[in-house]
C-alpha cells in the first residue's frame, strides 16, 4: 500500500465544499481543514503510486476552487 498526503491550497471561502468532493474520491482515507500555508490535508492510502498521481494531479486538481496542491508519499 502507498500512503500519501495532498496539501491542498483553496480559493477563499471554499475550503468547506472541497473537503466534501475530497472526501468523495476513492482512495482518499480522510479529509482536514488546517490553518497554515496550506487550506486542506487529505490523506489517501492506495496499491499504486500511479494511484496517486490519479488522485493528486486529476482528481482534486480537477476540482473547482483548489488553486494547487502539493503531493508527499511516506516512506514508512
Known sequence: MV???VMVKAN???ADRLRESIEG???VESVHIV???VD???KARV???AA???IAANRIQGIRGVEDT???IAMD
Request: proline share 4%; hydrophobic share 40%; charged share 25%.
Open 35 to 37: 490553518a497554515g500555508d
Open 12 to 14: 477563499t471561502g471554499e
Open 70 to 72: 502539493q503531493t508527499y
Open 52 to 54: 496517486v498521481k490519479e
Open 3 to 5: 500512503t500519501a498526503f
Open 25 to 27: 474520491i476513492d482512495g
Open 47 to 49: 496499491d499504486a503510486p
Open 40 to 42: 486542506l490535508i487529505a
